[in-house]
């Protein structure tokens, strides 16, 4: 079965531009959460979606958003980049939506700010 | 809320030596814990959880972690390190309070293993 796929991989981007990036789940997962990982911060929760409903958000700015499909397939939108927002932006699928499955993470995309 | 907490950002063994990294969590309801590792430029891949059945915890690369609810602890054990070991590992605790798929990481523990 293939694992959670993310792209793009890289991705050099401007202050004050918006991003886009995709997270494929694994086949039959229903549930996909993003998180951000800094050197500064470590891993943090951005947002999960199950059934294409955000059922929960981390602490971060409105200008982070996403949405999910019928097929399970996940966007995350970044609007008026900030440096700060450099980061490894990871997306993990689970099966359900009950924390005692474990998440499966993709490789990440990895998010420079200039 | 629940939290993590490793102790030791960096963690240095020999080849062939015991691996043992600490976390420590808070939580107000039972726990459902894991542990991840992340090597360079790839994403988490999961060791092992925990989520109440046996408190004795065996992963994958012959990692273990044994859950005891009177220390809140959950240390990760390798008996014998190997050089391919040296990761950044994490642990977490499923915030159930808050939603059940958000995880709340630990700050991480590098560990390097050297021959």
């Known amino acids: 079965k293939a694992g959670v796929t993310q792209t793009p991989r890289y991705l050099i981007k401007t202050r004050g531009q918006q991003v886009t990036l995709s997270c494929s789940p694994i086949?039959?997962?229903?549930?996909v959460s993003w998180y951000q990982q800094t050197p500064g911060q470590g891993l943090q929760f951005l947002f999960e979606?199950?059934?294409?409903?955000?059922?929960n958000k981390g602490n971060f700015p409105g200008r982070f958003s996403g949405r999910q499909f019928s097929n399970s397939r996940s966007e995350m939108n970044v609007s008026t980049l900030e440096l700060g927002d450099s980061a490894l932006y990871l997306c993990?699928?689970?099966?359900?939506?009950?924390?005692?499955?474990?998440?499966?993470f993709g490789p990440g995309t990895r998010l420079t700010v200039t | 809320a629940q939290s993590v907490t490793q102790l030791g950002s960096h963690v240095s063994v020999s080849e062939g030596a015991l691996v043992l990294l600490r976390c420590n969590y808070s939580?107000?309801?039972?726990?459902?814990l894991f542990w991840y590792v992340q090597y360079p430029n790839q994403g988490l891949q999961l060791l092992l959880k925990?989520?109440?059945?046996?408190?004795l915890v065996k992963g994958i690369n012959g990692f273990e972690a044994e859950f005891k609810k009177s220390e809140t602890s959950f240390h990760l054990t390798k008996p014998s390190a190997h050089m391919s070991d040296a990761a950044e590992y994490f642990c977490?605790?499923?915030?159930?309070?808050?939603?059940?798929?958000?995880?709340?990481f630990g700050a991480g523990t590098r560990l390097a293993v050297h021959p």
């Open positions: 925990y989520t109440s059945a046996a408190t």
């Open positions: 977490a605790v499923s915030d159930r309070g808050g939603g059940y798929n958000k995880l709340i």
């Open positions: 939580s107000s309801v039972p726990p459902y």
């Open positions: 086949s039959g997962h229903r549930s």
């Open positions: 993990a699928s689970s099966l359900t939506g009950q924390g005692n499955y474990e998440q499966y």
């Open positions: 979606y199950f059934s294409e409903t955000q059922r």
